[in-house]
């Protein structure tokens, strides 16, 4: 299964995307961790690589020459298909492989660059065999480049605020135009019952999971060790938000 975690800045899409990981790694599972955040640090928070691992979007060079520029003309379909084993940090059961950020067009149009990212991606959600667990950088802007076409759910993490569920709106509609069936709301930083039903009266639907706020995640951040294990409450919430997502398949 192919999960792409989207929301507002700092609502915990990282911590969740990192418990996912860890939860289908437990459950035996082959796992590909994406980390598509401009500023990455997934790896940090599933203690791997201890060497800072370059996104493959910083590789200027690289991303010219596969995507063949010449002035203003460049290969809509580039080669990617060697590019995942050079770029994959290796851990056991899992995968992972730092995107950074797609590069926007516009000024200097990175329109060449972002067509071989967008091919690697679009290459690797198609593979079979593996679950992929997709962190996604903050905010809509996205999901209008069209990246996340093909996973088959996207979580939208909340946290017990407006702001965090006005955006989440923005997505939904964003991921609906993109004919993603498999929309959910995910419930982050929860401390008791009236943050769970702000979060249910406000999005008008039932969260597919709910992470409880956590000071032992918040501590293991701080001191910059792997999140995913320090709190079992948290690795449940995660199992069974997996176990609530593969029914829709
Ligand atoms: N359940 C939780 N309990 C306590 N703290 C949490 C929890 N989830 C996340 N945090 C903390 O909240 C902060 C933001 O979390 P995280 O980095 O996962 O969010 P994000 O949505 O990925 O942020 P960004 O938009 O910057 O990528 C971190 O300090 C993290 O440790
Ligand atoms: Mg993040």
Redesign the pocket.
């Known amino acids: 299964m192919k999960i792409a ?1 989207c ?12 418990l996912l990981v860890q939860a289908l790694l437990d459950q035996g599972r082959k796992v590909l961790a994406i980390d598509a ?1 401009p ?1 990455p ?1 997934l790896a940090r ?1 599933l203690g791997l690589g201890r060497k800072t691992i370059v996104p493959i979007a910083e590789m200027k060079d690289l991303l010219q020459q596969r995507s063949e520029r010449n002035g203003p003309f460049y290969n809509m379909n580039p080669r990617v298909d060697d590019l995942p084993d050079r770029f994959m940090e290796k851990q056991g059961s899992l995968r992972l492989m730092v995107l950074g950020a797609i590069p926007q067009g516009g000024a200097g149009c990175a329109c060449a660059e972002n067509a071989v990212l967008r091919n690697l991606l679009n290459r690797l959600l198609l593979s079979e065999g593996e679950d992929i667990v997709l ?1 996604m ?3 809509v802007e996205h999901l209008g480049r069209g990246t996340i076409a093909s996973v088959d759910h996207i979580l939208i ?1 909340v946290q017990p605020y407006r702001g965090s569920i006005e955006t989440a709106g923005k997505i939904e509609t964003l991921a609906r135009d993109l004919k993603i069936k498999s929309l959910h709301v995910v419930a ?3 401390q008791d019952s009236s943050d769970m039903d702000f979060i249910r009266e406000s999005c008008g639907v039932e969260p597919v999971g709910q ?5 032992e ?2 501590m ?3 001191e910059g060790r792997p ?1 995913a294990s320090v ?1 079992k409450r ?1 690795l449940d919430a995660a199992a069974e938000l997996i176990q609530n997502l593969e029914p829709v398949l």
């Open positions: 975690v929301g507002k800045g700092g609502v915990g899409k990282s911590t969740i995307s990192a955040d500023s640090h928070l962190d950088e903050a905010g993490v982050s930083n929860i992470f409880p706020f956590s000071s995640v918040r293991a951040e701080r999140v709190d948290l």
